[in-house]
């Protein structure tokens, strides 16, 4: 895979990795490179990666993450169900609130890791990272003969990321955009449709996520943000490799799997065990809270000016012994060196220790770092 | 989409979609283009479509389809879960056969359709195709209860396809290759390993697929099968749009997915509602047997000498009347014509009826067929 991003190899065509109600938009806009994301293309890269992030640092930025599937389970059993997906307690979660949650299943190991937006108190909506977590659920609610329907229906995501994105939501759906409060969501109206808006996003420059649930509202809805945003620099863009590891934010099936537990992945906050909490992975996280972890996830600052893509993980050792392995890298062009994310035997997984990482380049000398990333300058270095 | 075949957009690199252990020897051969298939890179196209497809059907190929993941189920409960998964009959399975086999969910709609290896009576593998089984298996065991280990394993497959594969791969496992049957297995030695070979594969040229156990036998596999295959042209290829739509050979995700039925795939023959066959849709399945399919998946010919690449359905047509959408087209340089898979209304379900497919690049004639379509020239013409 060296050779995709060197000019090589494309994405085959086929409509089982399925194409957006933003695509048009995407192409207009020369998307660079695209991932496959819950079977759905997902535009990564539009100018290069570090235009892209300085952009989204200073500006504001449309993404199509419609790859973002929404997980529908609604019904009397519904609460019962996505509690027991979750050591998050949902129980005090009212309608309008988006929680992020890491699923676990019998063992402990991370399934998925959703924003779940709680609709009402019937009805749930799991905005999933990439796995089909739509079969787990309906394979949990089947065998446990839950009353509840799981459904995956057309809702298409819109993100809209940066400092400017709150005064380009305001233009278009109206100051009652700016109320919302972080990890909420109101319905706000467009074109004479609700849509939910909310206060969420994978970057850490705040913005919205705008759950469209009508595709023919898709094209005009673009245009009308990518119209008033003219002024604030609006661009296309996409998870940005860079910004989301300085961020510290994990990209399930890459930093953590079903391999992995919680408590690896720095979820304590969400995993309460201290509560009368019923979900699937209780006896698991209690042995594994007993016991104490044997690795975490940690960041490193590479000292390097230049990485290889990361494509498989490469090993973090210290002499002649393994400690870990990066699982994401790249070089930020705002701290000049690399970044990455790192899974870290717990002897080292402490800010200031020092490792090295074997790239496919060359070893290459690293401190390990607190997630996510202590700031770092905002603009292009004169 | 259509600018990633016209030299566009590449396929961003990263450790959520998995290299395979064999992808230096794709990367050498000088692939043109991957897919993405359960989270992992699929080698699709390395001369041309056009290119790889004659050589296919004159010679050898050496296909990565480690994207075939094993849905490892084993224990006391196992056969009653697998045989929960699917309509067909699984009572007389004995171990050393590989059935094809769709899964179907309480609904009756098609979840996956892998082909099921028969390990012992207590121990299944499902070669899936591109969704996450595993997370529905792990999903239903969970909660009915079963005394069942469900895993993905790190099994590798390499498909050996083409008119010589028989030769080729006899020459690296002796003879006793020669003797598997369709749709059977055996464990054969290669370097003082076991590896199951089976004579199965997604094509219709003949050959097997070795089902790679240990990651560093995969390399020296590959290079055994590369070396001892000079004579008889061998070649790393994929699996080949074009072949497998003439093939007949749907692809799940694109051509089916859980909206659609089995008997609107044409998979009567591995539903056995005759038989009493504990499965999960058996009620819904006989729902759709008594009042019969309202739709069913073809093949159509188009009189047209090139196509845009299908990344979303096309709309079917008679008159103003809309009859269906194609999933999967291509032109085959054998038929000089477009070749597509296409879900109709029953109406038009029908070999010879005349219907037009609306196409990016404009409207097409075409004839409904059977799938697989007949038999064409399997050389270059002059």
Redesign the interface.
């Known amino acids: 895979?060296?050779?995709?991003?060197r000019?090589?190899?494309?994405?085959?065509?086929?409509?089982?990795?399925?194409?957006t109600p933003f695509?048009p938009r995407i192409?207009a806009a020369g998307?660079?490179?695209?991932?496959?994301y819950n079977?759905t293309?997902l535009?990564?890269?539009f100018r290069s990666l570090d235009e892209d992030y300085w952009h989204l640092r200073a500006h504001v930025q449309l993404w199509d993450v419609a790859c973002q599937r929404q997980v529908d389970v609604r019904g009397p059993d519904a609460a019962r169900l996505v509690q027991l997906l979750t050591p998050r307690d949902l129980s005090a979660a009212a309608p309008g609130r988006c929680l992020y949650a890491p699923l676990v299943?019998?063992d402990g190991g991370v399934?998925n890791d959703p924003v779940i937006s709680v609709l009402a108190d019937d009805h749930f909506w799991l905005s999933i990272a990439?796995?089909?977590?739509d079969?787990?659920?309906?394979?949990?609610?089947?065998?446990?003969?839950l009353d509840v329907s799981v459904s995956t229906p057309p809702v298409t995501p819109l993100a809209v990321q940066g400092p400017w994105a709150e005064d380009l939501v305001a233009r278009i759906f109206g100051d009652a955009s700016r109320e919302i409060r972080f990890f909420r969501f109101a319905h706000l109206t467009f074109a004479g449709h609700p849509l939910m808006v909310a206060r969420t996003g994978w970057s850490r420059q705040g913005g919205y996520e705008i759950y469209v649930d009508r595709d023919d509202l898709a094209l005009p809805l673009w245009d009308a943000l990518w119209d008033a945003g003219q002024d604030l620099g609006v661009a296309a863009g996409g998870p940005n490799?860079i910004e989301r590891i300085e961020g510290g934010l994990l990209?399930?099936?890459?930093d953590m799997t079903r391999a992995h537990n919680p408590f690896e992945c720095r979820f304590e906050r969400f995993c309460h065990l201290d509560r009368p909490t019923t979900f699937?992975g209780r006896a698991a996280l209690e042995r594994i809270a007993a016991r104490g972890v044997a690795r975490r996830i940690m960041g490193l600052e590479l000292d390097a000016a230049t990485l290889p893509?990361?494509?498989?993980?490469w090993p973090v050792t210290v002499g002649s012994q393994r400690v870990g392995e990066v699982?994401?890298a790249a070089v930020s062009p705002a701290r000049r060196r690399g970044v990455a994310i790192a899974m870290l035997d717990r002897s080292h997984a402490r800010p200031g220790a020092e490792v090295t990482v074997a790239t496919p380049d060359g070893v290459v000398v690293a401190t390990v770092m607190d997630l996510p990333f202590p700031p770092s300058p905002a603009a292009v270095p004169a």
Do not use: K, Q
């Open positions: 895979m060296t050779g995709g991003v000019g090589g190899p494309t994405l085959s065509p086929s409509t089982r990795v399925r194409t695509t192409e998307v660079t490179a695209y991932t496959v079977h293309l535009p990564t890269v299943d019998a399934v990439d796995a089909d977590v079969l787990w659920v309906s394979g949990l609610a089947h065998g446990l003969d490799l990209s399930y099936g890459a699937l893509p990361c494509v498989a993980p699982s994401s």
